[in-house]
């Protein structure tokens, strides 16, 4: 029967197609064909920029100290870019402080301010005074704080301290709780009658005491 052997052919014919068709991929440890090996793309690494690799941390210490313009507030006490000094170990009378010289009262306070003021427009600091008017640039380095939280710092124009001239013109006192660093000026104040030292006086804290209550 031609149609019959006809659809047998065609049978085995079908029956033989899976076969032909796996010898014709390359065989696998698992029998299956290879999987395509693909793989994203990765970004580009940023390299910083030469600007941000040279520009300083923003934790890096700052120097210590503080340099400006000064001013004089009284006989102890500066004022630089705003910020407030007490001069570290010394005392000075206060502004409104009166002594007594050759039997008469004189605003021994307000002298004291005047030779602070003196210093800071003098050039005696090697050069670093300003004439013409300008304020002095003066350098202030603190040590501690006072009872109101004011910086008491060694202020110096140029190479001059001026806790150190004040209290060897006779103008301020060693003031102990600082400490004793500038004994040696006082004793030569003392000496030599200067300042303070050629009438009586009150000394600035036992004054404050007395009138102000500290």
């Not at 570290?88 to 605003?107: F, K, T, V």
């Not at 030779?115 to 005696?124: N, P, V």
């Not at 006779?170 to 003392?190: K, M, N, S």
Request: charged share 20%; glycine share 10%; net charge positive.
């Amino acid at each position: 029967m031609p149609v019959t052997r006809a659809i047998l052919l065609l049978l085995s014919g079908l029956l033989a197609m899976p076969s032909a068709l796996a010898q014709a991929l390359p065989p696998t440890a698992t029998g299956r064909a290879p999987v395509p090996n693909v793989r994203a793309t990765l970004p580009p690494k940023v390299q910083p920029s030469a600007a941000a690799a040279s520009a300083p941390s923003q934790t890096e210490p700052r120097p210590p100290g503080t340099a400006g313009a000064g001013r004089a507030i009284n006989g102890d006490t500066v004022r630089i870019e705003g910020r407030t000094f007490r001069l570290w170990g010394i005392d000075a009378p206060e502004i409104i402080q009166a002594c007594q010289l050759d039997g008469r009262n004189y605003a021994c306070g307000r002298e004291a301010a005047a030779h602070l003021r003196t210093l800071l427009s003098s050039d005696a600091g090697s050069g670093a005074g300003a004439p013409g008017g300008v304020a002095a640039q003066i350098v202030c380095e603190p040590r501690t704080s006072d009872r109101f939280g004011r910086p008491a710092a060694i202020c110096r124009l140029g190479d001059m301290d001026l806790g150190a001239e004040m209290v060897r013109a006779g103008w301020a006192l060693v003031f102990a709780p600082h400490g004793t660093d500038y004994a040696p000026q006082e004793a030569e104040a003392r000496a030599a009658l200067k300042g303070l030292w050629a009438g009586s006086f009150e000394a600035p804290w036992e004054w404050r005491a007395r009138r102000l209550g500290e």
